[in-house]
């Protein structure tokens, strides 16, 4: 029964420790990576908010300031007045693009007709679909 006992081959508690460790990090390097790559789609976010609205009632339009506090560039497909679609020929853009980079600011100009006293709502929509919505009166 001795020679059995030792002739049993076994990994010695030096070795198998080494193992585990070596197992344990490539595991952990691997959700780690895994988990990175999730949270870099969640990073890009649009946020395109309203920073003021002025309007002129003899030029009949609508002055709108916007500022990108988001992570990534935020392109307008889409620009409402009160509920109803503004024509693209209707609005200006300064500097002269629909896409407004991270941290930066544009101003639209949009032609509508003004009445002094009435309450105006404008919404930017993004290519993503995100509405951004102000309101402001005359």
Known sequence: MKNFKRS????????????????????????????????????DTEQLKITSMTFDTDADT??????????SGVVINEVWVNGSPIATDDVTYDPDTTVVGANLDVTLTI??????????????????GNPFVYNAIA
């Open 8 to 43: 049993k081959k076994a990994l010695s508690p030096v070795v198998a420790s080494i193992i585990l460790i070596a197992v344990t990090v490539a595991v952990s390097i691997a959700v780690a990576a895994w988990m990175g790559a999730l949270t870099i789609g969640f990073m």
């Open 62 to 71: 609508i002055t709108v300031v916007a500022h990108n506090q988001g992570t």
């Open 111 to 128: 032609s509508h007709s003004v009445d002094v006293g009435s309450n105006y709502q404008v919404k930017i929509v993004s290519t993503k």
